[in-house]
């Protein structure tokens, strides 16, 4: 009786859609024009207006449900594309598409038997990419309902013009008398090993317990004397709330140069991130950090953040997801006596950080970020008396991300920095290159 009924149905709407075309002004050579151009704002409101005619007709279901997905309908999305697979049930395409609107709707368990579906039929790369995306998205986030735990190790090789931070020889000139060999920028290749692990625990309904363990070892080719490591841990309590998300978070790190331990840090943060759409969000912190240098007593201090960030991902042509950073701190010196923590310390800072992210496929990206900090300091550098130290720090970087295997990814990255400050002696630039292999778990 089942199959009868189904098979009944489709019949009808195979029939019903000559009599849609014969008595609407809906134009599908319009919405496809729309769809295609990735303007799925405009189709999802034109399809809409003929919903009640052409609905059943299974062309006109997929471009109206992915339309509906992408703007943020996927209640709408998915009951459409149900009827495209209820015609065409090895339509993997639709499936993919339904899948990806059960994910949305926060339909775990649906999406992932869907997306397993998908992949049992050996689809074409971009389609078994999407999926196995999904499916780790997913795990992600059942770590609300169940322990999870996930990782990834990384390499980069690659070449920095300006391994120390130093300065320009032709810019400070006039002050060269006072520097050694080490303070003018040196160039050199390097290689980075990195890799962090996080564990989640669900305690109660909406409550989470995470850590995270990371670590980054970068070893230059010459110039040892500047290899760095820095080891990191992370623990903290999650509060999932419908839209909201909270947390709280200690932080303690150990950074070493040379082998040496050069700075510590020990922190709190608190974070609050709030989903305005299924393609916006908007995130805020507050950050607190003691620093401690066993060797340079001058730089101890406290510093607090203040950062927003609103990030948006628009249904268009390549896909593109903007995203903006703005924040606000002050580092005040641990010893505010010394006239020294004035100039090298004691400061006030504000940032602006702009970026976008382009897909041109499923596995390949570029990402571009431009931004600029401003520092105040309290007083004027010994050097130059009669000026008071500010810095302007600028950045802008280029990332190509190649996602070439099922949890690996290639990056090449350029990244270019400029600090120019009223203390000549901290004016220098910086251009790194570098390629990295990441693989997750």
Do not use: C
Request: net charge negative; charged share 20%.
């Amino acid at each position: 009786m089942i199959n009868y009924s189904k098979t009944l149905l489709i019949l009808l709407l195979l029939l019903s859609k000559p009599v849609f075309a014969n008595t609407t002004d809906f134009d599908p050579k319009y919405l496809q024009a729309l769809f295609n151009s990735y303007k799925r704002g405009q189709s999802y409101d034109y399809a809409l207006q003929y919903k009640a005619e052409m609905e059943g007709d299974p062309y006109f279901d997929y471009m109206y449900g992915v339309s509906a997905i992408d703007t943020g309908h996927a209640s709408e999305g998915t009951f459409a594309l149900e009827r495209v697979l209820l015609i065409f049930p090895d339509d993997q395409v639709a499936r993919l598409e339904l899948a990806r609107g059960y994910f949305n709707l926060q339909e775990y368990a649906l999406a992932g038997e869907s997306f397993r579906v998908v992949l049992q039929t050996e689809p074409p790369a971009q389609v078994r990419d999407t999926a196995q995306a999904y499916l780790d998205k997913i795990r992600v986030s059942e770590s609300r309902y169940r322990p999870t735990h996930s990782g990834f190790i990384e390499l980069s090789l690659g070449n920095d013009d300006n391994v120390n931070a130093g300065v320009d020889e032709n810019a400070t000139f006039a002050l060269a008398a006072f520097l050694n060999a080490d303070s003018f920028g040196q160039d050199d290749v390097f290689s980075t090993l990195s890799g962090a692990w996080t564990y989640v625990h669900p305690f109660s309904p909406g409550w989470l317990v995470e850590s995270t363990l990371s670590g980054n070892f970068r070893k230059n080719k010459e110039l040892d004397q500047f290899d760095t490591t820095t080891g990191t841990l992370q623990l903290g309590v999650t509060h999932l709330q419908a839209s909201n998300k909270y947390k709280a978070e200690l932080i303690t790190q150990q950074f070493q140069l040379d082998g040496n331990e050069y700075r510590s840090l020990n922190g709190l943060n608190l974070n609050w991130q709030y989903t305005l759409s299924e393609r916006s969000s908007f995130n805020s912190s507050l950050q607190y950090a003691q620093l401690d240098y066993p060797d340079f007593s001058v730089k101890n201090s406290d510093l607090i953040t203040l950062a927003i960030n609103h990030t948006h991902a628009f249904s268009a042509y390549l896909q593109p997801v903007l995203f903006t950073t703005f924040s606000l701190g002050t580092e005040a010196a641990e010893d505010d006596t010394n006239p020294a923590t004035q100039s090298e310390t004691e400061r006030d800072i504000i940032s602006l950080r702009f970026g976008v992210v382009l897909s041109f496929t499923n596995t390949l990206a570029l990402q571009t970020t431009i931004g600029t900090q401003n520092s105040e300091y309290a007083a004027a550098p010994a050097l130059q008396p009669d000026t008071i130290r500010e810095d302007d720090y600028s950045t802008a970087d280029l990332n190509l991300i190649w996602a070439f295997a099922r949890k690996w990814r290639m990056e090449t990255r350029y990244s270019y920095t400029k600090n120019s400050s009223t203390d000549e002696l901290r004016d220098y630039e910086r251009n790194v290159f570098d390629i990295t292999a990441n693989y997750t778990f």
